[in-house]
């Protein structure tokens, strides 16, 4: 069994937040803490997104504490500069993280103590920052029909870029940046696509500045501490225009149109009885907190969310959780990572180790 202070699940963007704060207070890299990953690579989330989505597409991309990420190709996809770029970062604060280390369930040991359990082995330890972010929780709706279905279905979490649906005919699902980006991308070689969306799309025209972006993290925020799930960020910011979209919109591409009804072996329905035949359908349809290792602590709340109080989750002062909620973002991971760690000195005291 291997003793920690802290845990960090996670090298995502919020998990190396937390690590570089760990170590800056002082935590000793190995013997007070350690970051748990189960992926292959460095990068976090980043290094399964779709090559298309090129660094220079990527909105808002923050830095992580401590070293900025420069003279990055624009046309390079966003996984290879991401994966390169936390890389370098994990080398250059030697950060002590593990992988791939699957971490399968964290238990209270009834000793004061959390236990981390995986394949890889067990960690004894006295808090835990959680950062495991959502790509391994795609989410798939569910619509009658979907079983029946004859042609292929895929979600975001699998999109591998637009070549293999030349001269097919793709319905894409979803109202969100993603769902957008790939409809755009499709139309080009498809034989034709429809854009489905459950509620009628906010297009923003004006920009998304600082302001309109607190307003968002506040209003997540406070679902949030009332322990209810916390909502997509687009049903809070709307679409940013710009201008693929507005060419997109003038060719009739981006149309809209509700959502069906169900599915038939050879594609949608509508409820008024409309159908159009399809080869695919692509479900953009957003991805929820990947938390289930932490079900053995039973912290949701009968709104089905996890009451947070800044990072810390309100029924365990262990826990924390980063880039969860209003902080599922760049900006917001590094700021819960830091703002974890300042938490759990309090909880903790200062580290044994005096590691610069
Ligand atoms: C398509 C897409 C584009 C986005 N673009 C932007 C953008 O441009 N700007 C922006 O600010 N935000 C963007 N976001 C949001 C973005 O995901 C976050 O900003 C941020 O990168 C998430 O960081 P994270 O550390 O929370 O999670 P992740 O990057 O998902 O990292 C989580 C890590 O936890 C690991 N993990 C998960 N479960 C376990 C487990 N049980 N055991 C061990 N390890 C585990 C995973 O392997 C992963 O490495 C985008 C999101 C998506 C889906």
Not at 90 to 105: G, N, Q
Not at 125 to 147: K, Q
């Amino acid at each position: 069994m291997n003793e920690m202070a802290v845990v960090v699940v996670g090298a995502g963007q919020a998990g190396l937040a937390a690590a570089y704060h760990l170590r800056r207070r002082g935590f000793a890299p190995g013997s007070e803490y350690v970051v748990l990953d189960h992926s292959p690579r460095p990068g976090g989330a980043w290094q399964f997104r779709w090559p298309t989505l090129t660094y220079g597409r990527v909105h808002g991309m923050h830095a992580l504490p401590g070293m900025e990420l420069t003279g990055a190709d624009p046309d390079r996809p966003s996984a290879e500069v991401i994966g390169e770029y936390f890389t370098a970062y994990e080398r250059a604060f030697e950060l002590p993280v593990l992988r791939p280390v699957d971490v399968t369930a964290v238990h209270d040991d009834g000793a004061g103590a959390l236990r981390v359990d995986s394949p890889s082995g067990t960690w004894r330890t006295r808090a835990l920052i959680n950062a495991t972010g959502t790509w391994d929780r795609p989410f798939w709706p569910r619509i009658p029909g979907m079983a029946d279905f004859a042609g292929r279905q895929l979600h975001t979490a699998q999109y591998p870029g637009p070549a293999p649906f030349a001269g097919q005919r793709v319905v894409v699902v979803g109202g969100g940046t993603s769902a957008v980006q790939h409809l755009l991308e499709i139309a080009a070689v498809a034989a034709d696509t429809r854009w489905v969306t459950r509620r009628p799309p906010i297009f923003r025209e004006d920009t998304f500045g600082e302001v309109q972006g607190r307003e968002a993290v506040a209003m997540v925020e406070e679902r949030v501490r009332e322990g209810l799930p916390p909502r997509s960020v687009v049903s809070v910011t709307g679409l940013p225009m710009n201008e693929a979209m507005r060419a997109a919109r003038a060719s009739g591409v981006l149309r809209r149109h509700p959502m069906f009804e169900r599915l038939t072996p050879e594609g949608v329905r509508w409820a008024d009885g409309a159908h159009w035949p399809a080869d695919v359908i692509v479900w953009a349809t957003g991805f929820r907190a990947a938390l289930d290792h932490l079900a053995p602590l039973r912290l949701r709340e009968s709104g089905g969310g996890i009451r947070l109080e800044g990072t810390r989750v309100v029924r365990d002062p262990r826990l924390h959780l980063v880039g969860y909620g209003p902080s599922a973002s760049t900006i917001g991971a590094n700021r819960a990572g830091r703002a974890a760690v300042n938490d759990l000195l309090a909880l903790l005291g200062s580290p044994v180790s005096t590691a610069p």
